[in-house]
Structures are given as structure tokens and as C-alpha cells.
């Protein structure tokens, strides 16, 4: 009766744990049981209300400067941030800079806000250029991997990237259902869900991290019978035999 309950034992552990595989953690995969997306093109990000910019102008005309503009030369050309001014968009999508009123950037790519910026001020400075970059170009992250916030370093940083920034994803998190809180260009936000695993996820609607996108992944429901490599797997086994062992020991 003893030997039939310790194998009973045995097999309820083998049942109830297993490892990790490269099915299950691997990114990047072609295979036919994984989601296949379609790929889009790449959307710029349009400014919107409550957004924060920083802005500098670049001119020969030292009255520039009262519009927080600086003289062309070479390190007028950069856009930094530091003891700079930030100017959020006001709801009816204007901003308001030194002596020039309601300038509509609202809904506008960063280029095109730009060229309405420098539009509205060649009336007063003939050769400004207008340099803009937007002041809250962060995204961030909850769960399993990580709560932080990470600046987007370049234009089209993909997802890829992004988790290159937070140390990956831990073995326990969920690459099934990620989630992406994404505000949209109305000021509402949308939940969109994803598998991070396939290769099609490259161009897809998926791939790329823009202002403002909160990352969460989940821990992996399954994560409470799996154990992370076989190492775990065989020191598991170890300790139950000698638990068992133990057991008969006693008898």
C-alpha cells in the first residue's frame, strides 16, 4: 500500500509540473499555431491637448531670442531640454509662446506643427526655422515587467526596443496577452492586446511604441505549476524523493 502511494506521489508531481519551453517563450517565431498580423504602415504620432512641447528658433536676428530662439550657428541647430520651457496645448488644440497668441499645432505631426510655427512667426522674423519636440515623449510599464517610465529615444522605436530599455520581459510574464494602453487622438484610451511571439508582429499594428503607451504584462496564469529550466525541474524531483524517502524511513 506504501509503494502504490509513493508512486501515486511521483506521478502527481510529474503531472503537475512541466518546464518552460521555446513554444511557449521565444519571440520571434513562425509557426502555424501562432497569430499571423497583417502589416500597416507606420502612423506619426499628431500632437493632441495636454500634450507638452519645447520649441527653439533658429535665426541670424539676435530678437529671436525674446521668442526663446537662439542664433544660427552650430549648437543653435540641437533641441534640449535642459532650461527649457515646456508650452502644453491647450483643449481647442492651441498653444500660446511670447507675443505670438493661438497658434493651432493641435492634430499636426511634429513637422507640420513646425511649419505652422515658423509660418505664424516669419510675419515677425523672415528667416526663423522652427525645431519642436514633444516634452512627454515617455512610455511606461506595469506588471511582470517592471513600473517604470522610459523615454523614446528615436522616431519609430518599435516594441522590441522598448523591452531592450526594461530588461525584458521576466520568465514568468505573459508574451501571450500583452496590453497596451494607447491614448487616442480624441483623448480617450484603448486597451490592445497582443501575442508578442510571432514574426509577423514586425509592421504590424502592433509593433511600434508611441507617446504616452502603457505596457502591461500579466504573470503567465500557468506560472504556478511550471518551474523555469530543467535544473529547477531535476532539484523538484530531488526533494521529492528525498521527502519520500524520508517518509519510508519513518514507517
Do not use: W
Request: glycine share 6%; hydrophobic share 40%; aromatic share 12%.
Amino acid at each position: 500500500m506504501l509503494k502504490k502511494s509513493f508512486y501515486i506521489i511521483i506521478f502527481t508531481v510529474f503531472a503537475l509540473t512541466s518546464c518552460y519551453t521555446y513554444r511557449d517563450k521565444a519571440l520571434l517565431q513562425t509557426s502555424n499555431y501562432l497569430p499571423i498580423y497583417d502589416s500597416v504602415a507606420f502612423k506619426a504620432y499628431h500632437l493632441r491637448p495636454n500634450d507638452a512641447i519645447i520649441y527653439r528658433i533658429i535665426s541670424v536676428d539676435e530678437s529671436a531670442k525674446i521668442f526663446g530662439g537662439t542664433s544660427n550657428n552650430a549648437s543653435g541647430l540641437g533641441l534640449g531640454t535642459d532650461n527649457m520651457i515646456t508650452y502644453r496645448i491647450y483643449q481647442d488644440g492651441t498653444i500660446d509662446i511670447p507675443y505670438v497668441k493661438g497658434i493651432k499645432i493641435g492634430g499636426l505631426t511634429l513637422p507640420d506643427a513646425e511649419k505652422e510655427m515658423q509660418r505664424r512667426l516669419r510675419s515677425i522674423i523672415p528667416d526663423a526655422t522652427v525645431k519642436i519636440a514633444l516634452a512627454n515623449n515617455n512610455f511606461y510599464t506595469v506588471g511582470d515587467i517592471g513600473n517604470s517610465e522610459f523615454y523614446i529615444y528615436k522616431d519609430r522605436m518599435n516594441i522590441f526596443q522598448a523591452l531592450a530599455q526594461t530588461g525584458l520581459i521576466n520568465v514568468i510574464g505573459d508574451r501571450k496577452h500583452v496590453k497596451i494602453l494607447r491614448q487616442q487622438p480624441d483623448g480617450s484610451s484603448k486597451v490592445i492586446e497582443f501575442d508578442l511571439r510571432p514574426k509577423s508582429i514586425i509592421n504590424s499594428e502592433y509593433y511600434y511604441i508611441y507617446p504616452n503607451d502603457v505596457i502591461y504584462v500579466r504573470r503567465d496564469p500557468q506560472s504556478f505549476y511550471k518551474v523555469q529550466n530543467f535544473g529547477a525541474t531535476l532539484t523538484l524531483i530531488t526533494s521529492t524523493f528525498n521527502f519520500l524517502a524520508t517518509i519510508l524511513l519513518l514507517k
